[in-house]
Antibody, heavy 124, light 110 residues
Framework: QLQLQESGPGLAKPSETLSLTCTVSGGSISRTSYYWGWIRQPPGKGLEWIGNIYDSGTTFYNPSLKSRVTISVDTSKNQFSLKLSSVTAADTAVYYC????????????????WGQGTLVSVSS | QSVLTQPPSASGTPGQRVTISCSGSSSNIGSNYVYWYQQFPGTAPKLLIY???QRPSGVPDRFSGSKSGTSASLAISGLRSEDEADFYC???????????FGGGTKLAVL
């Protein structure tokens, strides 16, 4: 059974870089039928898409975060990662990693499995 | 302000049918599939409806989705207390080159 697990520091300081890793178990991250993404949810608020990574390293990022976001894949560890630079208190949120499946082109894949989420607080 | 518009709350009594709307535009709902997610407090969202009206295995047929033009709806029939949750619609937006979500609807079973 596919499982995704986020890991990383639960606290980041303003202006620093937030780094999270998603470990995939129960399936290979390099399987070409699936892609990978990050979504976040500020406390008490709705969901915000951060970005996705597709095969060949193609990435799509939320335009509002694009200048600060990097998503990468490490197939040797069956993991993918998120880096968000120059964080502020507004970046405090539960961060979810998710798998995109079920599509036939990059615009028809959708988030079909989610990790449990990890809370990252930005504070000095 | 979310790109997709949902009512912040909805409610019904056990056994009733409730619908939750999701309004968008030609660049998202109007030209792409709509997805619905259910989220219980403190847990991750779970896929409820994909490609407008398809249910993943394990999702009861009490849940149904539909789409017309630039709007979509999630219907829950035979409402049960365990359906209390937050519901989010989502779609790809061609103009923004971005996934967009609705602001979420909190469902109360009275």
């Amino acid at each position: 059974q596919l499982q995704l697990q986020e890991s990383g520091p639960g606290l980041a300081k303003p202006s620093e870089t937030l780094s999270l890793t998603c470990t995939v178990s129960g399936g290979s991250i390099s399987r070409t039928s699936y892609y990978w993404g990050w979504i976040r949810q500020p406390p008490g608020k709705g969901l915000e898409w951060i970005g996705n990574i597709y095969d060949s390293g193609t990435t799509f990022y939320n335009p509002s975060l694009k200048s600060r976001v990097t998503i990468s894949v490490d197939t040797s560890k069956n993991q993918f990662s998120l880096k968000l630079s120059s964080v502020t208190a507004a970046d405090t949120a539960v961060y979810y990693c998710a798998r995109l499946g079920g599509g036939w082109d990059i615009f028809t894949y959708y988030f079909d499995h989610w990790g449990q989420g990890t809370l990252v607080s930005v504070s000095s | 302000q979310s790109v997709l518009t949902q009512p912040p709350s909805a409610s019904g009594t056990p056994g009733q049918r409730v619908t939750i709307s999701c309004s968008g535009s030609s660049s998202n709902i109007g030209s792409n599939y709509v997805y619905w997610y259910q989220q219980f407090p403190g847990t991750a969202p779970k896929l409820l409806i994909y490609r407008n009206d398809q249910r993943p295995s394990g999702v009861p047929d009490r849940f149904s989705g539909s789409k017309s033009g630039t709007s979509a709806s999630l219907a829950i029939s035979g409402l049960r207390s365990e359906d209390e949750a937050d519901f989010y619609c989502a779609a790809w937006d061609d103009s923004l080159s971005s996934w967009v979500f609705g602001g979420g609807t909190k469902l109360a079973v009275l």
